[in-house]
């Protein structure tokens, strides 16, 4: 082997590899004929690779009026974020052209590897949404990443505002959900209205009330879409009953089971209360009593079946809440509307004051209740919808600020077209305009 180069040598070697590294980029990054690498810079030190675009032609779009204009300046150097080389952040350089058009007023070119105001590359923008689908997580993904949280905020707000421009407009919707949702502490409320036989979340407002309520339905449904709603499920809070009656002609109100049963779990959890000061049996039996039995701990199943043994009144709440449960499915209204009635007779019978007031409140709202049991729909998605924003909530340790929530939420469970499409680069790969070169 060689000893030790000469300077001279080493310079060759440098310009060589300098040579190599340009055209292999120029390969990679394929940003069409006008736009060549014209140097690669690399610090070891900082572990950041710079790579220098240049505009080859005397000539450029002007973006506003769309007219081929001649070059009439260049911007000063700008970096973009890109992809990582290897275990190096990369940043792509460009000192951009301004064109003059015939009207005298100047503006830079578009790049085609970003939008003109951002500060990342599409290529690094769409693997910034990967890793923040994969993670559900904005302070883990800028962790990863190494860049700043308010980037990764910046991305998941621009692509679900890209997502919704995207999404169509004439779609026809059968059968949609409203839900109410805190996101912080007090009384700070959300609605969600989402497809309930996809699970889809059409889109968020905040506040629940019934103006607010018809602001939502109207933002996302016109006339003609509102009147193929066939069910509307929901909470039995009077502000979305107004709402969906009034604006859903042709809806059948339902009263969806995941709240029904809510309702008679707080029910269960208020006779527990009540009779836990006079029975020990009756400590320590929350979870026991509200959770799946098929869910529940070889202790809690214990605790479940001693509690089962006794005659207290909460063995009665217990019994009432899974015979509702077990009403669900019914073939036709007939047969919803005599279940309900057995379901209720046997609930009055227990003579227990809590389980009274709960049936009460459900014969006030007995339509939407008895259109629940027997409709074919099911509110399961909208049922796992609302735990999945729930865990979003727990993931983002609540959020303080209503914009940032309706984000995530269309974000992860909106179903939108979230990524890039970096139209300028898929034109110029397949109908370049050279300019004259």
């Avoid at 993931?395 to 139209?423: C, D, K, M, W």
């Amino acid at each position: 082997m060689r000893g030790n180069l000469t300077s001279r040598e080493t310079n060759t070697f440098a310009k060589k590899a300098m040579m190599l590294s340009s055209q292999l980029f120029d390969l990679m990054l394929d940003f069409g004929p006008e736009w060549k690498v014209s140097n690669v810079e690399a610090n070891f030190l900082e572990m950041i690779v710079d790579i220098t675009i240049e505009y080859l032609p005397q000539k450029g779009v002007d973006p506003e009026s769309n007219q081929i204009c001649p070059i009439y300046d260049y911007m000063e150097y700008r970096r973009w974020r890109h992809l990582n080389i290897m275990q190096y952040q990369t940043y792509i350089c460009c000192r951009v052209p301004r064109v003059k058009n015939p009207e005298g007023k100047v503006h830079c070119i578009q790049v085609p590897w970003a939008d003109s105001y951002n500060r990342y590359t599409y290529m690094f923008e769409e693997f910034v949404i990967m890793v923040l689908q994969a993670t559900q997580n904005q302070t883990k993904t800028a962790g990863l990443l190494g860049i700043k949280f308010d980037v990764v905020n910046r991305i998941m707000h621009n692509s679900v505002e890209r997502g919704l421009k995207r999404r169509l407009t004439n779609l026809k919707y059968y059968h949609l959900s409203l839900d109410e949702k805190s996101f912080k502490k007090g009384h700070n409320y959300i609605t969600v209205l989402s497809d309930s036989e996809s699970g889809i979340v059409l889109d968020v407002i905040e506040d629940r009330t019934e103006d607010a309520c018809k602001e939502l339905l109207k933002s996302q449904l016109d006339t003609e879409q509102r009147c193929t709603v066939e069910t509307i499920s929901m909470d039995m809070w009077k502000p979305f009953m107004k709402a969906a009656t009034e604006l859903l002609p042709k809806a059948k109100l339902t009263h969806d089971r995941f709240h029904l049963v809510g309702y008679l779990n707080k029910c269960i959890d208020k006779i527990r209360r009540r009779e836990v000061k006079s029975e020990d049996i009756l400590r320590h039996s929350r979870y026991a009593l509200l959770k799946n039995r098929l869910n529940l701990t070889d202790k809690q199943y214990i605790k479940f079946e001693g509690i089962m043994n006794t005659t207290l009144e909460v063995v009665k709440g217990y019994k009432i809440r899974e015979l509702f449960q077990f009403i669900f499915g019914c073939s036709d209204m007939y047969a919803a509307n005599t279940m309900f009635g057995l379901w209720t007779r046997e609930a009055v019978q227990t003579n227990v004051k809590e389980i009274l007031e709960v049936v009460e409140t459900f014969k006030a709202h007995a339509i939407g209740i008895i259109n629940a049991l027997y409709l074919s729909n099911s509110n399961a998605k909208a049922e796992r919808l609302n735990g999945k924003i729930q865990i979003l909530k727990t993931v983002g340790r609540g959020y303080h600020q209503f914009p940032n929530f309706r984000t995530a939420i269309l974000f992860f469970h909106g179903q939108l077209e979230l990524y890039p499409s970096n139209i300028r680069l898929c034109d110029q790969k397949h109908n370049p305009t050279h300019f004259g070169l």
